[in-house]
């Protein structure tokens, strides 16, 4: 049996047991395109977790990272949220806990805390209002202390203070990936690509921002190229993203700004994976109730503001 005819076999096998089991299947955008073709919806993390708790699905398969995972189970506690490899992780949201942000909190005297999305249950649930990429600044704006505490990611912080007037304290986490990304890497891609415009996401250095043509999350990007009259784009984010929006976008084409960009956590989800977790419910997800109530709080004030 050659390897295209097992990998059709798995995702035949997928396929029915989801029907079966009453299964939802998530991708996130980084995630394989084999991944991403078997999945029932692919995007961003919070946007994926909001769909399906919309849904009338049993069980949630989310193929992306643990703190992804744990957003589907904080906003659908009567779902079975399975995380197909729970050795999946990230670096950026294991830069926090919730201990040292509560003593930090408890130093800058008790300001407000904006937790990215990108961040543990746990985390969430001692910070008082989430943001992503996408609506940061909005949430920013929205909160009507002057100081604002913002976790766990420096780079967004510093996208969120060059476009409001409060004061934004910074918590030294980062993506190691698009923390990476140099200028001297954006030069050689546009050196490459003359006629591509270049889109950045906001987990990027200030310093490649300002290059940019556009700051965009993942979807954003997505959408991004879909409103523009341009055909070439420069992509300033991991290099998963490729597939999906050359995918939405056959007639334009898109090229990575780095391919340094690449998160091995983002791939150890394999279609091996989704079909075990599905016949035998492994990776199963859970968040303590108490913990649960209070990032649920901290997510729902972020969505209540749109």
Not at 97 to 108: F, G
Not at 236 to 251: C, D, F, M, R, V
Not at 269 to 289: C, F, M, Q, R, Y
């Amino acid at each position: 049996m050659n390897n295209q005819t097992e990998t059709g076999q798995i995702e035949t096998k997928i396929r029915q047991l989801a029907k079966e089991k009453n299964a939802i299947i998530l991708a996130h955008n980084y995630e394989p395109p084999e991944i991403q073709e078997i999945a029932d919806l692919c995007g961003d993390s919070l946007e994926l977790s909001i769909q399906a708790s919309k849904t009338s699905a049993d069980i949630i398969v989310f193929c992306g990272v643990l703190f992804m995972a744990e957003t589907a189970y904080i906003l659908s506690p009567e779902k079975t949220v399975l995380l197909p490899n729970p050795d999946a992780g990230c670096p950026m949201a294991d830069m926090v806990d919730p201990i040292a942000l509560t003593a930090r909190k408890k130093e800058l005297g008790n300001i407000p805390v904006i937790t990215y999305v990108n961040s543990s249950a746990a985390v969430k649930a001692v910070s008082d209002i989430c943001c992503t990429s996408a609506n940061v600044i909005r949430v920013t704006n929205a909160i009507e202390a002057d100081e604002i505490l913002m976790t766990p990611d420096r780079n967004l912080a510093q996208y969120a203070a060059a476009n409001t007037h409060k004061k934004i304290h910074l918590w030294e986490g980062y993506c190691p990936f698009h923390n990476n990304l140099r200028p001297q890497d954006v030069a050689a891609a546009k050196a490459a690509h003359p006629k591509a415009l270049f889109i950045a996401h906001p987990e990027c250095p200030p310093e490649i921002l300002e290059l940019a043509d556009s700051i965009e999350s993942t979807s954003g990007m997505i959408r991004f190229a879909g409103e523009s009259d341009r055909d070439q784009f420069i992509l300033g984010t991991e290099t998963g993203l490729i597939y999906p929006i050359s995918k939405a976008h056959p007639n334009k084409r898109f090229f990575p700004a780095s391919d340094k960009m690449y998160c091995l956590d983002m791939k150890k989800i394999t279609l091996a994976h989704v079909l075990d977790s599905l016949e035998n419910l492994t990776g199963e997800i859970k968040v303590p109730e108490d913990i649960r109530i209070a990032a649920l709080g901290s997510v729902q004030k972020m969505i209540d503001i749109g």
